[in-house]
């Protein structure tokens, strides 16, 4: 193979990625003091490709704000791009029937990704008030990996870790979402086509973080027990 290929990351189970996703978010410090407002950009691929992991996330986003509420509750601004040249951006949601609403409104269009422009509103947001962390699910990149490149180190500069999603497994964008987790201080975490649940932990975790840290999460667990209380022991001595 190529040098190109030579970069590109190895293929995992997508348990183990999840694993490695969990124990790096339990080392991200987080700059939102416990007990107020969490602030979380959830930012998705609608491209044509998407619906059905898009219709997949709608059902499950209300666990975000229940996960949260006894940490002061959450605010999350949906973002994603479609079509040609087209990206949305929502105002701050603190209802999950409101989120839900919204994104029971978005059908996929076929188009390009637009992830710099997902990683630029991202810098500009947190520049007017702070955000506690960017999320992004997608399964590919069809843009200059330098230029996301460097808006994620922007980004890692202002104190907002990207954690990157990926559904699939191309390689090509495996390296890149990479690149931006690494770049932002974020974490990178592939799942597999349809695996709704992993994706619901990923999501319920890092919004757990965006509200209250590792601390939060980890009293979460002693409450709630089942899956929560499993990726708590994940973290442990880590």
Avoid at 39 to 62: C, E, H, K, N, Y
Avoid at 151 to 166: C, I, K, Q, S, T
Wanted: charged letters at 20%.
């Amino acid at each position: 193979m190529g040098d190109r290929d030579s970069k590109l990351p190895n293929t995992r189970s997508s348990s183990t990625q999840v694993d490695d996703f969990l124990a790096k978010l339990a080392a991200t410090p987080t700059t939102q003091p416990a007990g107020r407002r969490g602030r979380l950009v959830f930012a998705m691929d609608a491209t044509a490709s998407r619906q059905p992991m898009w219709d997949r996330a709608a059902q499950i986003q209300g666990k975000m704000f229940t996960e949260t509420a006894a940490l002061g509750g959450l605010a999350i601004q949906l973002c994603f791009y479609r079509g040609f040249r087209e990206f949305k951006v929502s105002p701050w949601l603190t209802q999950s029937g409101d989120l839900l609403r919204m994104m029971t409104s978005v059908h996929c269009r076929a188009g390009e990704t637009q992830i710099r422009k997902v990683l630029s509103h991202a810098v500009n947001e947190t520049k007017h008030c702070r955000i506690g962390a960017l999320v992004f699910v997608g399964d590919c990149v069809e843009e200059d990996v330098d230029q996301l490149g460097a808006l994620a180190g922007e980004l890692g500069v202002l104190g907002v870790p990207v954690f990157m999603f990926h559904e699939g497994r191309d390689q090509v964008a495996a390296f890149a979402f990479k690149q931006i987790a690494q770049l932002s201080g974020g974490a990178y975490c592939r799942f597999d086509e349809g695996s709704a649940q992993a994706l619901q932990e990923l999501l319920s975790a890092v919004a757990v973080f965006a509200a209250g840290g590792r601390p939060a999460l980890t009293a979460l667990a002693d409450k709630r027990g089942g899956d929560v209380k499993r990726i708590a022991h994940q973290l442990e001595g880590r």
